[in-house]
């Protein structure tokens, strides 16, 4: 149940390996998958999930590339705190 956008790894504005990227789409089809019934993100971002959610999220990347480990604190309910 892959959206549209999703990207080979390329695209996502960081460097992901293909274990990462398996593991991303698999997590993406999860959300998809439970949308429906829980409302994880606002249903007119899931056609851009990939951009809109995953590129997104790893803009914290930038702010520290040998960080191992993230917390994401008070996110509320949605991407990517899920």
Request: proline share 7%; glycine share 8%.
């Amino acid at each position: 149940m892959i959206t549209a956008d999703a990207p080979d790894g390329s695209e996502l504005g960081a460097p992901v390996s293909r274990e990462t990227m398996a593991r991303l789409r698999i997590y993406v089809d999860l959300l998809t998958r439970w949308q429906r019934s829980q409302n994880l993100i606002a249903p007119a971002t899931l056609p851009q999930v990939w951009s809109r959610h995953v590129a997104d999220s790893l803009q914290t990347l930038e702010a520290c590339p040998s960080a191992r480990s993230w917390v994401d604190l008070g996110s509320g309910g949605g991407f990517p705190g899920l």
